[in-house]
């Protein structure tokens, strides 16, 4: 099946600093890339939609500023935390649908996602 | 809006044990409902989905029916094994909700021998 790969798998930072998490298509080309958030034993939290050439939607609260997403190229989206701190820490997860995936499907390929530790 | 519903975990089975582990779900009109497992490392797959009421998803062994009366579709699995030792997320996406899908917390599931 299609694979999704997400890079770094974990990173630890130092309060302040901007990280960066590559999301990658490996087999297919995605013009729709999600980006989401995990809280330890709370549901995966959808942060925004990344769109090939064009800007990210962001759901309700969360910060467009902070988290910076690009999606350059139909393989390639980024997720840039800005001046992370400590309650920036959390696992993201990245997914992408394929395109014969069709409308509503929900057969979404997901990444296996980054842990992001801000000291 | 949409909101899904699971277990908590861990659930701690021994190996051929039968597994169940809860889903219930709000939303309005017609969702459909999915599985998903992430297996230690890795991303999260699609185990079995169900797209309309009295569906049944099944993949693996693994089972949920989608019950609209209930608003619930409860996995199950006759005989875990070992290798079934994973996160597994409930979900919904729900035709009136932007393509987007909205999971469940996730239920731990430790089989041992």
């Known amino acids: 099946g299609a694979v999704v790969s997400q890079h770094p798998s974990r990173v630890i930072c130092k309060s302040g600093t901007s990280v960066k998490i590559e999301c990658r298509s490996l087999d297919f080309q995605a013009t729709t890339m999600f980006w989401y958030r995990q809280f330890p034993k709370q549901s995966l939290m959808l942060m925004a939609t990344?769109?090939?050439?064009?800007?990210?939607?962001?759901e309700q609260g969360v910060e467009k500023d902070k988290f910076l997403i690009n999606h350059a190229s139909l393989t390639l989206s980024t997720l840039t935390v800005t001046s992370a701190h400590p309650e920036d820490s959390s696992f993201y997860i990245c997914?992408?649908?394929?395109?014969?995936?069709?409308?509503?499907?929900?057969?979404?390929?997901f990444g296996e996602g980054s842990r992001l530790t801000v000291l | 809006g949409n909101s899904v519903t699971q277990m908590e975990g861990p659930v701690t089975l021994s190996e051929e044990a039968f597994l169940t582990i809860n889903c219930t779900y709000t939303a309005t009109g017609y969702p459909s409902l999915f599985w998903y497992v992430q297996y230690p490392g890795e991303g999260l797959q699609l185990l079995l989905k169900a797209t309309k009421a009295d569906d049944k998803g099944s993949n693996k062994g693994f089972e949920a029916t989608y019950r609209k009366e209930t608003t619930s579709f409860h996995l199950e699995k006759g005989s875990v094994q070992v290798s079934d030792s994973a996160v597994y997320f409930c979900a919904l996406i729900n035709t009136g909700g932007g393509n987007k899908l909205t999971f469940g917390t996730g239920t731990q599931l430790k089989v041992e021998l």
């Open positions: 997914s992408a649908r394929e395109p014969s995936g069709g409308q509503n499907t929900g057969e979404l390929f």
């Open positions: 990344s769109n090939e050439g064009s800007k990210a939607t962001y």
